[in-house]
């Protein structure tokens, strides 16, 4: 290394640093989209690490680590590593960060000791191949199982700097083998930053970046897997911290040893404080999500390098049989009858629902056939498949509930409140619900708290109501502690009639009594088989404010109805034997989650 060493002394010695200065307003715009965007990168990589571990391999004099340290939230160890020691002399010492001087192909660390390991133009400054491929060595043998290795620099060649060369998507590749690989690129050409006139350099940058041959640089992210079966969760519709997808088959596949990235949808990458999730772009029209999402996501997934892919959503079931040819093993999650969906869709014309309705379904059974396997939420999904499949019920997590206070004096000392937790939607009779909260507000001093996304109506107002937006999952069980009774009412439709929303059981296990229309019918029939609750008509106001006023006026039977309901969930309905049935059929259709399972290529 000693003569790439005085390689680099010569060329640094020749730099003209006011090149870098952001006093030119347009280099400064690329410099804040630089350090915005690996801020990103790395607190996403970082994120949910008590205690992270960050390497900044070529930091120079470690100016870096400022915004660094921000990234990493203050938190941990982060160590700066450079070969040229006279770069470290200048003012890293003076401003008291932790830096070394160390050859990055012989790096002075135990294997693995980080969390992260960053690259900011560093690989090209390094003009040997085989240099290159040794400082990548040992960059992987430091990083951690599970570790992200996060790449800024060149993309295409500077015909004005022939000390540097350009590291290219392909080479990264080959450099970090077995690593998932994504990336993006960014930084308009320098030469053309710096070349904006000073007071509208910002909008010309932003007009210049939109445009890709005039990015130079690329941003990539490498995560080093693990020695356990890798598994890529992919969502196109729901949130990343959907209970069924994060907190549920996520958390249990992780818990019995695989290994798990999660693929959603977001416009806020710390939705989730998890180093293995991977945003996706938001798309709220739905051809958006059929069509336009497809290379994006088939691309993003296949970038993981994933052993298994477990997918959520019908519009990706043409990617699905993609992600088969190239070897991968898919399971298809089912979580409502898409024919019966598909024939009550407010935007189809009925002509429309009824010749698509048998059409979609057949295209759902004859891709889920073909794939690995295919995982239903309910058995009378299953029941329209001819093919075999699992049931995997989407039950409470016995754990999120337990902390809530069931007892009799906890219960009524509570306010005269009761809830609706889930989506503000005309099928969910959100009129109903107001009109009969307005009816009970005159009669007695009581509230019914609505909490949730709103979609497709105005949010609910109205005597007696109040509308808290959407809550965490923390939120959630909380508003349930303070509750008295839960609302479950829905507007009769053919998905509806086989259905147990999942917010029938998270009443009962909160020790909740339940108030459910018997539009539901088979979450209506628990009610009554277990007596936990009343059942209702979805559309009588009048009924439903009955309902409401009967459990606060007799509190001592409508506790006695939650404890029954609390204890049905506990032996029959709780997530832990669906979290049995899910890594049974993993271990059938998947493989046991110890060793790495042979796959194509990504």
């Known amino acids: 290394m000693s003569s790439e060493k005085l390689r680099l002394d010569e060329v640094y010695a020749d730099y003209d640093g006011g090149r870098w200065s952001r006093s030119n307003r347009g280099y400064a715009e690329l410099v804040d989209e630089r350090e915005t965007a690996l801020v990103d990168a790395v607190a996403g990589a970082v994120a949910g690490i008590d205690r992270p571990r960050v390497l900044d391999l070529g930091c120079g004099d470690g100016a870096d680590q400022d915004w660094l340290r921000r990234a ?64 990548a060595a040992d960059v992987r043998r430091v990083l951690r199982p599970g570790g992200r290795v996060v ?24 450099l970090f083998p077995s690593m998932s690989l994504e990336s993006r690129s960014l930084s308009v050409i320098p030469q053309l930053a710096r070349a904006m ?45 959907d209970p069924r997808i994060y907190v549920k088959e996520v958390g249990t596949l992780r818990a019995g040893g695989y290994d798990v990235v999660l693929v959603a949808p977001t416009e806020d990458r710390t939705a989730v404080a998890d180093p293995d999730f991977s945003p996706l772009a938001a798309r709220s029209s739905r051809l958006g999500r059929w069509l336009l999402s497809w290379p994006t996501t088939f691309r993003r997934v296949q970038g993981l390098a994933p052993d298994a892919i477990h997918f959520h959503d019908p519009d990706l079931l043409p990617v699905a049989l993609a992600w088969q040819a190239r070897g991968r093993k898919v399971i298809y999650d089912a979580h409502e009858s898409l024919a019966k969906d598909v024939s009550h869709k407010p935007y189809l014309s009925p002509w429309q629902s009824r010749l698509l309705a048998p059409v979609i379904g057949w295209v759902e059974s004859a891709v889920a056939s073909r794939i690995t396997h295919a995982v239903a939420a309910t058995p009378a999904i299953a029941a329209q498949w001819d093919f075999p499949s699992t049931v995997v019920a989407n039950f409470p997590v016995l754990d999120e509930w337990q902390a809530i206070d069931g007892s009799w004096e906890s219960y009524q000392a509570r306010a005269l409140q009761g809830c609706y937790a889930g989506v503000v939607h005309p099928e969910r009779c959100t009129d109903a619900m107001v009109a009969a909260a307005g009816a009970l507000a005159r009669r007695r001093e009581a509230t019914l708290v609505i909490a949730g996304p709103v979609s497709d109506e105005a949010i609910p107002t109205g005597d007696g109501v109040e509308y808290v937006g959407t809550l965490s999952r923390t939120g959630v069980v909380d508003l349930l502690a303070a509750s008295r009774f839960g609302l479950v009412i829905y507007q ?36 009554r088989e277990e007596d936990c609750g009343l059942v209702v008509p979805h559309d009588d106001p009048d009924a439903l404010a009955a309902a409401m006023q009967s459990l606060l006026d007799d509190p001592e039977e409508a506790w006695a109805m939650g404890q029954r309901g609390r204890e049905a969930v506990g032996a029959r309905y709780s997530w832990s034997t669906e979290g049995d049935r899910l890594l049974s059929a993993y271990h059938r259709h998947v493989g046991p989650p110890g060793g790495r399972v042979t796959t194509a290529e990504a």
Not at 151 to 170: F, K, L, S
């Open 492 to 527: 009769p439709a053919p998905n509806i009639v086989e259905a147990l929303p999942t917010k029938v059981l998270e009443y009962m296990a909160a020790g909740l009594p339940v108030v459910i229309s018997e539009s539901l019918r088979v979450g209506s029939e628990l009610v």
């Open 197 to 241: 006139p000073g007071a509208r350099a910002a909008d010309l940058y932003r007009l210049a970046h939109r445009v890709p041959l005039f990015r130079s640089h690329r941003l990539t992210m490498l995560r080093k897997g693990r020695s356990s079966v890798r598994v890529v969760h992919v969502t196109s519709s729901h949130p990343p911290t």
């Open 72 to 135: 990493m939230g203050d938190r941990g160890l982060l160590v700066g590593a450079e070969l040229r020691f006279e770069a470290l002399r200048t003012s890293a010492v003076q401003q008291g960060r932790l830096v070394v001087n160390a050859d990055a192909a012989r790096l002075p660390f135990a294997d693995e000791t980080f969390d992260v390991v960053l690259m900011a133009t560093m690989l090209s400054s390094v003009l040997d191949d085989r240099l290159r491929a040794g400082i």
């Open 151 to 174: 790449v800024y620099d060149m993309r295409v060649p500077n015909p004005q700097n022939r000390a540097i060369r350009p590291v290219t998507r392909r080479e990264l590749t080959m």
